[in-house]
């Protein structure tokens, strides 16, 4: 890590080319919102130290393989630090925060990929993302050829044939598995599944002000995301911003005037309108 880095806002950082996002700054933005005194710099520093002593417990090697290096961090993140997958308390909201990931030693498929992956970039490897249905690895390439490595199960190798096992066991074998399952995802994509994680357990405990911030940064990442316009609009409603909510319903309408759920919007926007007017 460069001493001294500045660190911007969220905006700044996902403004920047897809090359030169820095996925762990904008995790550890995400989860600022949420710890006001964090320590951003800090938690950049855990992580160089972890790749640090990956690094320096290959110097006993030879040859620096990528099987061999993927080996040693595995053992060092999961054998020496114990970090480990959260089956427990999976929709745990401290799962989705970088810093509650390192220094809990635990969290969910995405984090812990996030974490492994960021190691990597400090040992020169490239890793990247895999949103694989369901669940969350990382992929690199290897003498012509991808391995599969899964963080939230002790960064074991997957072949193709265990993912498409994997979500048969999940949707049943009248859904097809595509290869494209296996595409890398971008930065962008990433930190906004990191978001929408946490969206789905705002809302499910009410907590509409939280969800609206994450809503909000979705929005920053993903500006024409239609479905987050309606969605923020939802929140709104339920915060008594009304003409917030009108507002995105007004935008979601435009951007999707053939959705299956326009009549329902609608219907919202007329209910709302007319009860701004009456107050009026």
Sequence with gaps: MEKNREIFSFEDVISQPEDSIDLAVAALLIAKDEYPDLDIHNHLKKIDELAQKVSGQLTIFHKRSILTMIQQINVVLFEQEGFYGNLRDYYDPRNSFLNEVLDRRTGIPITLSLVYIEIGKRLGLDFFGIGFPGHFIVKCFYQGNSLLIDPFHQGRILEEEDCQKQFQEVYGNNVEFLSSSLDI????????????????????????????????????????????????????????????????????LQLEPKAPDVEQIRNKLRQVAAQVAWKN
């Design 185 to 252: 995802l971008s930065k962008r994509s990433i930190l906004c599944r990191i978001l929408v994680n946490l969206k789905m357990i705002y809302l499910k405990r009410k907590d509409f002000s939280k969800a609206l911030n994450v809503i909000e940064k979705i929005i920053l990442i993903f500006p024409q995301q239609s479905g987050e316009i309606r969605d923020r609009g939802l929140v709104y409603l339920q915060l008594n911003n009304f003409s917030a909510a009108i507002q995105d319903w007004k935008k979601y």
